[in-house]
């Protein structure tokens, strides 16, 4: 690794002086297991790096109005074992136990599960995230991309977005809370992501020099709410596709839903027409594929991925039989 | 709040690794397992890849499993560190260590270490852990040796052992 400065501060005010105004001179370290292997690579070459474990307030899930409230440095081990979140928030406490593996899960922090940068092999190999090569032929279309996207891959944005646990957190509606020097701010959730249209871009809206402070899960009455993966392992893998479903009954016909895709799109992927789809239906196998069928409408898998359209199409339809048969 | 500088300056940290005090100078973001392996000759603590996939450097930190890869050194000051030279008291194995010799459950021995430490976190919170327990509790560690299936029995039978069943 190279050279550069370590901070400690001890308050989210502090951090955030702390941190630069532009993106590439500064990182954020909290529970380091994605930013020390993109360290480690030089794919990340900060000449500052500022420490946020000694902020006490970020940490520890809390409950009050608004909803639950998970601090940013809260280990996905503590929320995953957090009787609140178990009981209220099954579905989110099922996709934090399925990420990684329990030691990743012992260090990293949901801030950091937010944050984390794409899996894309070409950026882990420092070639970007919007690869091309010299003559501008870009790397992604023309080279290796079975686990690249199939949605919202117009370009030039190919990666896909690499959390397991935004998609369900979306599903429920979930706010993520941001400080920085000029203030406070909070976002819906999949605000929070966007698509970058330049190698200067980052694929999330975070201004560099603000910091994740909290996540807040409204009150889920009266939503159903499932979370399905598709792995090649049952256990330690990236998925290959992602769905998480909410759904509202009236009596047995959905009044309203919530349907997000996830590790098809360089963003989560909510899905207003699989939602359209299930809208006054009763929740049942055939309206759950035409769901399913509506999400992966628009799909243009790339040279070596059109496999992934099918997984897509069946996690989205055994979210929804999931979230139908299950409690909220 | 306190400053410094990665390289060349070091750094003053301490912690305490199997009951003893230890204290180390070290650059911030050296990495946990090469302090514990080279400074405090700790070298049941293995590296296989380095970027936290395969476990072989677990170790237990203030009562939880890690991969010690991934832990910058400066976020271990202060800390309370089990590595499997803690676990063994003299010249008696602990219950886990004699219950992978009886069953099998190491054969090149890579991985073994980082294995016994995440079985000792899963019976230290999970006394008599269900098969599927054992399998998720072990998820984290690689062994490309022995299929797993004597380890998961060895798991089994140290819970036997320990609970009397």
């Known amino acids: 690794m190279r050279a550069f400065d370590y901070v400690s501060p001890t308050s989210t005010r502090q951090a955030a002086n702390l941190l630069s105004s532009t993106w590439g001179n500064t990182e954020i370290l909290a529970g380091g297991t994605d930013l020390l292997a993109l360290m480690k690579e030089d794919v990340v070459t900060p000449k500052r790096l500022v420490n946020i474990k000694e902020i006490a307030d970020l940490r520890g899930v809390k409950s009050d109005s608004s909803g639950l409230r998970i601090g940013s440095l809260t280990t996905l081990a503590e929320v995953a074992e957090d009787a609140g979140v178990r009981e209220k928030y099954p579905a989110f406490a099922e996709a934090v136990r399925e990420a990684a593996s329990p030691q990743i899960r012992n260090m990293a922090t949901v801030g950091g599960n937010l944050c984390q940068r794409p899996r894309c092999w070409y950026f882990r190999n420092g070639l970007g995230l919007l690869p091309k090569d010299e003559s501008g032929k870009e790397l992604v279309e023309e080279g290796d991309n079975r686990y690249h996207a199939i949605l919202g891959n117009d370009g030039p944005a190919r990666f896909v977005s690499p959390s397991t646990i935004v998609p369900v957190l979306i599903a429920y509606g979930a706010k993520v809370r941001l400080e920085g020097p000029k203030g406070k701010r909070e976002l819906p959730l999949e605000k929070f992501y966007v698509i970058p249209k330049t190698d200067r871009d980052r694929e999330h809206d975070l201004l560099p020099n603000e910091i994740v402070t909290e996540v807040v899960i409204p009150a889920a009455n009266g939503w159903k709410v499932a979370h399905y993966e598709i792995r090649q392992k049952a256990a330690f893998d990236w998925p290959l596709a992602v769905a998480a479903v909410a759904l509202k009954m009236d009596g047995s016909s959905v009044q309203a839903a919530r349907v997000v895709l996830g590790h098809v799109a360089p963003t989560p992927w909510p899905s207003p027409q699989a939602e359209a789809a299930l809208k006054g239906q009763p929740a049942n196998e055939d309206s759950a594929k035409k769901a399913a069928d509506a999400a992966l409408a628009n799909a243009k898998p790339l040279s070596q991925n059109a496999y992934k359209v099918q997984l897509a199409r069946v996690a989205v339809k055994r979210a929804i039989l999931k979230a139908a048969g299950g409690a909220a | ?165």
Request: charged content about 15%; some cysteine; proline content about 4%.
């Open chain 2, 1 to 165: 709040m306190s400053t410094t500088t990665h390289q060349p300056q070091k750094s003053e940290i301490s912690f305490t690794v199997n009951g003893q005090r230890a204290t180390v100078h070290a650059h911030p973001m050296e990495r946990l397992l090469d302090v514990l392996r080279q400074q405090v000759n700790l070298t049941g603590v293995k590296e296989g890849c380095g970027e936290g996939e395969c476990g072989s450097c677990s170790i237990l930190m203030n009562g939880v499993l890690v991969n010690s890869c991934l832990v910058p050194i400066l976020q271990a000051n202060d800390a309370d560190i089990i590595t499997i030279e803690g676990l063994a008291s003299q010249d008696r194995l602990h219950v886990l260590q004699q219950a992978f010799l009886d069953c099998g459950g190491a054969q090149c021995g890579i991985c073994t270490p980082g294995m016994i430490l995440a079985a000792f976190h899963l019976l230290s919170k999970n006394p008599q852990p269900s098969r599927e327990e054992i399998g998720e509790a072990l998820s984290g560690n690689l062994c490309r040796c022995t299929g797993y299936t004597q380890i998961f029995e060895s798991v089994a039978e140290a819970a036997r052992r320990s609970t009397g069943r």
